[in-house]
C-alpha cells in the first residue's frame, strides 16, 4: 500500500518560531510537493521538488523554504511563523509522467499564534 | 498555459438524485485529467482520471467523468446521491506541455446531499 506521512496532524506554534514540517514517501517518486488549503482557494502550491536537492518555486512560496536532501524526504520550513500561516499543509508526490496522479499524506493543521 | 475552471462553488442535491459537478480546462494539448475527493477531516483521495484512452471514465464510489475535447469540459456525474458523498471535489488538470511536475487545481466544489 503506498503511502505517503507527514510528521504531526496538529501543530500550535508561536509568532515567530521557526517551524518545520515534515514528509515521508515510500513509492520511490522524483517529484514531491507541498501545498496550502485553504477555505475557498483550494490548493495553492508552496514548492515542489523534482529530484535531490532540486527545488521550484510554486505560486505561493514567500515565507517558507524547503529542503530535500534524501529522495523519500521533503521538509517545509517556516523560517519566522506568521498567524497567516495559520492553515492545513499538504504534502503529496508523484511520478514522472503527465499521467501519473498526486498521492497525498494526511495534511499538517498548523495554527500559528 | 494550462488551467481549471470548477464553476459551482457548491452544490446542492437530493440524496437518491443524479449528480454534475461541472469542470472546465484549459490546455494546449492532450492533457490528462484527474478528479480527487476529500470527505470532511479526511484527506485527499483520487476518484478517477483521464489519460486519452477511453472518453467516459469510471471511477470510485459510483461516479463517473466524459471527457469532451471540443467542450474543454470533465464534467463529474453520479446518477444517484448518497448521504456518503457528501464532500468536496476536486478537478485537476497536466498536460504533456508544461512541466511534468506540476498539476493545476481548480478550487473545489462543496457537494452537499440533503435528506
Known amino acids: 500500500d503506498v503511502k505517503v506521512t507527514q510528521s504531526s496532524r496538529y501543530l500550535v506554534k508561536r509568532t515567530g518560531e521557526k517551524v518545520f514540517l515534515e514528509c515521508v514517501q515510500d513509492?520511490?517518486?522524483?517529484?514531491m510537493f507541498w501545498y496550502r488549503q485553504d477555505p475557498g482557494l483550494g490548493l495553492r502550491l508552496i514548492y515542489f521538488s523534482y529530484d535531490v536537492k532540486m527545488k521550484e518555486k510554486g505560486d505561493i512560496p514567500e515565507g517558507y523554504s524547503v529542503s530535500r536532501e534524501k529522495k523519500e524526504r521533503f521538509s517545509l520550513i517556516l523560517e519566522s511563523a506568521s498567524t497567516n500561516q495559520t492553515s492545513m499543509y499538504l504534502c503529496a508526490s508523484r511520478g514522472l509522467t503527465s499521467n501519473d496522479e498526486q498521492f497525498f499524506g494526511p495534511g499538517t493543521r498548523l495554527t500559528v499564534l | 498555459a494550462q488551467s481549471v475552471t470548477q464553476l459551482d462553488s457548491h452544490v446542492s442535491v437530493s440524496e437518491g438524485t443524479p449528480v454534475l459537478l461541472r469542470c472546465n480546462y484549459s490546455s494546449s494539448y492532450s492533457p490528462s485529467l484527474f478528479w480527487y475527493v476529500q470527505h470532511p477531516n479526511k484527506g485527499l483521495q483520487l476518484l478517477l482520471k483521464y489519460t486519452s484512452a477511453a472518453t467516459l471514465v469510471k471511477g470510485i464510489n459510483g461516479f463517473e467523468a466524459e471527457f469532451k475535447k471540443s467542450e474543454t469540459s470533465f464534467h463529474l456525474t453520479k446518477p444517484s446521491a448518497h448521504m456518503s458523498d457528501a464532500a468536496e471535489y476536486f478537478c485537476?488538470?497536466?498536460?504533456?506541455?508544461?512541466?511534468?511536475?506540476?498539476?493545476?487545481w481548480g478550487a473545489g466544489t462543496k457537494l452537499i446531499i440533503k435528506p
Open positions: 513509492m520511490d517518486h522524483e517529484n
Open positions: 485537476v488538470v497536466s498536460d504533456a506541455e508544461d512541466s511534468n511536475y506540476q498539476l493545476i
